[in-house]
């Protein structure tokens, strides 16, 4: 006996249904089935198999559950560029420093009397020039490629042509202010090549990816030539501390003392400038992003021996680009061979302290932010239910 449709009685016969009741439905030629939501006549009638529905090919799970991409990857909307924060300040404060530093040259250069001290206060200025040109293209190309990023274009080439042709920029506008204010002799072609070089350099060095390192290295290196500039107020009450009398031995030790002691200062002043832009950057980015992950102490490290790094690049500047300047300096007299190779070895000195120094300073402020570990010996305090 079987069962009738309709109808609520079991079935009687002991022996399973034969599988021919039910045709099987193949995947390739399974017919279009229709959806659970919608009752259909048959279903009201009890004509229609009793099988679970057949979910339609392709199909992940319910309506009510998102399907995800079968290869892993996240839309490129939900994590948004890392930005340097305060890029146009800095750019600004970079290129109003350059400027200044290109007024003063020019001064200095015209108020000597003759030429051959003019070639020797260039050979002095120079290096003041190139690292001012150097952080000003840096600034003025993350500035650019800050722009790019927050419009969501973060290719990496891309950025590394946009860093360039924002250092070409300045470098261009900077060659053109020195051949144009500065007087026409061969000194101002030596200065306006090198400083054209230090900028588009600077600004290759913009096109890294981490944006936000780069940005504090700057604000670090702007800080730390500010600072030196201030500094040199207070040489002279440092001379006679340390002992500056009026034998040789007394005043070069005192020179010595008065440079280490600029140098320690200035590397302080990186580190320190270099965690607080760091901290800002990733407080910005946990208000506007709370998935942003915070820089971890590779990137302190990095930021607080940035500005040393910038010394020791700007060095190399000057004695390539330079060079003919530099010789033409020492050649003037035996005096002045000696003040030219001491003022380099002082400046490598002093970008070799500064790069140390901040980043010491930039790993230990980093370390007070962390709490104490915690350790597998500790007890873990029990939750009371109620």
Known sequence: MTKQPGSSAPAESDRPAPAADVPPVEQDTAPELTSASEPTAAADDGLAPDRPA???????????????????????????????????????????????????????????????????????????????????????????????????????????????????????AAAFAINLTYADNATTNVIAGTTAAAATIGGAIAGARNAPVVGAVVAAALGTLLFVVAFSQARDPLFDLFGAGDTQESLLSAAKWVSRTESLLAGLVAGLLAFGYLTWARRRAAREDGAASAPRWPAYLLAGAGPGLFLLLAEVIIRVGGRSLLDLAGALSEADAVAQTSLGTSRIDNGIWVLFVGALTAMIAFGRTLGPARSDDDPVEAVETP
């Open 54 to 172: 057949v979910p339609a090919r392709g199909s992940t799970g319910t309506a009510d559950q998102p399907t995800e991409a079968q290869d892993g990857s996240t839309d490129a909307s939900d994590s948004a560029p890392a930005v340097a924060p305060g890029t146009p300040l800095l750019a600004l404060l970079a290129l109003g420093w350059l400027a200044a530093m290109l007024w003063s040259t020019r001064e200095v250069i015209n108020s000597a009397a003759a030429g051959l001290t003019a070639i020797s206060l260039s050979a002095f200025a120079l290096p003041g020039v190139i690292s001012a040109a150097l952080v000003a293209g840096a600034a003025f190309a993350l500035f650019g490629v800050d722009l790019l990023a927050r419009r969501g274009s973060d290719r990496v080439t891309l950025r590394f042509v946009a860093a360039i042709g924002s250092g070409l920029l300045i470098a261009l």
